[in-house]
């Protein structure tokens, strides 16, 4: 048990979320020497109600949303390995990563500019390569593929539960089973209250997930969040879905758009709808649960795809993110220097968890981080948003 934190203490940094970049934002700090670091979650160590659950996230490198992101997924993988090392524990499956679509779909020319721009190891697969390489896969007449060695498929709760052993480890105190009400910032940092614990801390990270609404009303009119599905399907012959033959995937035609992650369990694939029109909400508290035709709708596609799938799926969770408009994610300092917010990663995040961990660190202790685009500012997104109201409520791709 953590020793208990006093009113009168004064932390250096309280980290309040320790789920995605919550865990990694508490590992980094835990080795910046001499720094009090406290972190503070609602539910448990590694608990299964974050946007992190759902046992395999996608790392893409050849990344279709562009040259922003370039700098922040090279600095990632090499936090991803370093944490696998300090951990001794596999975290990154390297096992590529494949995307199908037809030449003119915009997501695989958003692919191969990237690639292409940034000369990023890869390997191009006309309709007949791809059909031979990866029999798994219905490949429609003019399909083509593309192929990200640098890709690779994350185990995120395992992640997650490694992060949060090392910060331990190094000294960093939790308060498990506790959510936080407020967060008042004052003259000398903020004042962090949960039912039970008044918290002073310099400056505090909030990377709360959905629920940022809650504790940063600065972002309130820039997200929404989305009620997201995965789904585990069982195939004929499971020997040609494991790792060492099946590269995390992302399939779209038109407005479909599928992925997902080899079998990690023996028996079935994870094959994941990121369309079909989920529910949107304003704050988590409000949204609404998967429609009930959604198994159907889902089973219907599925076959199209991977004829030899059971079109049951096995397993089906709920899950739920936050997104901002234009899918950039939030990472900014407050004015008063004392909170740091990390918010709305818009179902593309978790790759990015140990660099946004990284950035906030930097935040918080320097004030300043040179990996952090001024795109991710509050100021950036308001300027945005001024020149292209949103309402929110459409629902958006991930992975
Ligand atoms: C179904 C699905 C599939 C996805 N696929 C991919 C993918 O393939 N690749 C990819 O890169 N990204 C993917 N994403 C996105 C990625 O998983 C998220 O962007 C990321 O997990 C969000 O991290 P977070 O730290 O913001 O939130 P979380 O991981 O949810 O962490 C927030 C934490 O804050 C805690 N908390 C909240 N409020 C309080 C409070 N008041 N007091 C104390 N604690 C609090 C929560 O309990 C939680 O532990 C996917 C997301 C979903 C849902």
Redesign the pocket.
């Known amino acids: 048990m953590s020793p208990a934190v006093t009113p009168e203490e004064l932390v250096d940094v309280a980290v309040?979320?320790?789920?995605?970049?919550?865990s990694m934002a508490l590992w980094h700090l835990s080795k910046v020497p001499g720094l009090s670091v406290l972190g503070?979650?609602?539910?448990g160590r590694a608990?299964g109600?974050?946007?992190?659950a759902?046992e395999s996230?996608?790392f893409r490198m050849a990344y279709k949303e562009g040259e922003l992101y370039l700098p922040l997924l090279t600095d990632a993988r090499r936090q991803w390995l370093e944490l696998e090392k300090e951990a001794d524990t596999q975290i990154m499956l390297q096992v590529g990563a494949l995307s199908i679509g037809t030449e003119t779909q915009p997501e695989m020319i958003a692919t191969r500019g990237t690639i292409d721009t940034f000369g990023l190891p890869h390997r191009y697969l006309d309709t007949e390569e791809l059909r031979k390489g990866f029999p798994q896969h219905d490949v429609h007449n003019g399909d083509v593929g593309i192929l990200d060695p640098c890709g690779a498929g994350l185990r995120?709760e395992v992640a997650v539960l490694s992060a949060l052993r090392l910060a331990e480890a190094n000294g960093v105190r939790m308060l498990y089973r506790?959510?936080?009400e407020t967060v008042e910032p004052g003259d000398n940092g903020v004042t962090i209250r949960t039912a039970r614990d008044v918290v002073r801390a310099r400056t505090a990270i909030v990377?709360?997930?959905?629920?940022a609404t809650?504790?940063l009303p600065g972002v309130r009119d820039l997200v929404h969040v989305q009620r997201?599905a995965?789904s585990w399907f069982m195939p004929t012959d499971i020997s040609r879905y494991l790792p060492d033959q099946f590269p995390v995937f992302m399939r779209d035609i038109g407005d479909v758009h599928f992925?997902g992650a080899p079998s990690l369990d023996g028996y079935s694939v994870k094959v994941s709808p990121g369309h079909l029109d989920l529910p949107t909400a304003p704050t988590l508290a409000e949204l609404p649960d998967l429609p009930n035709d959604f198994a159907p709708r889902l089973a219907a596609q599925v076959t199209d795809f991977f004829p030899d799938m059971n079109p049951e799926p096995v397993r089906l969770t709920a899950?739920?993110?936050m997104f901002t408009a234009d899918r950039v994610p939030i990472v900014d300092r407050d004015s008063t220097g004392s909170v740091v917010a990390?918010?709305g990663?818009s179902?593309?995040?978790?790759?990015?968890?140990p660099t946004f961990g990284r950035i906030a660190r930097d935040l918080a202790v320097d004030g300043t981080s040179e990996l952090c685009p001024r795109e991710f500012t509050l100021a950036a997104h308001q300027e945005r948003a001024a020149l292209r109201p949103w309402r929110g409520g459409q629902s958006q791709h991930?992975?």
């Open positions: 309040i979320g320790a789920g995605s970049v919550g503070i979650e609602q539910y608990h109600l974050g946007s992190f759902g996230r996608l995120p506790s959510a936080v990377t709360t997930g959905s629920w809650d504790l997201l995965l992925f899950h739920h993110e990390v918010a990663l179902g593309h995040g978790f790759k990015l968890a991930i992975s």
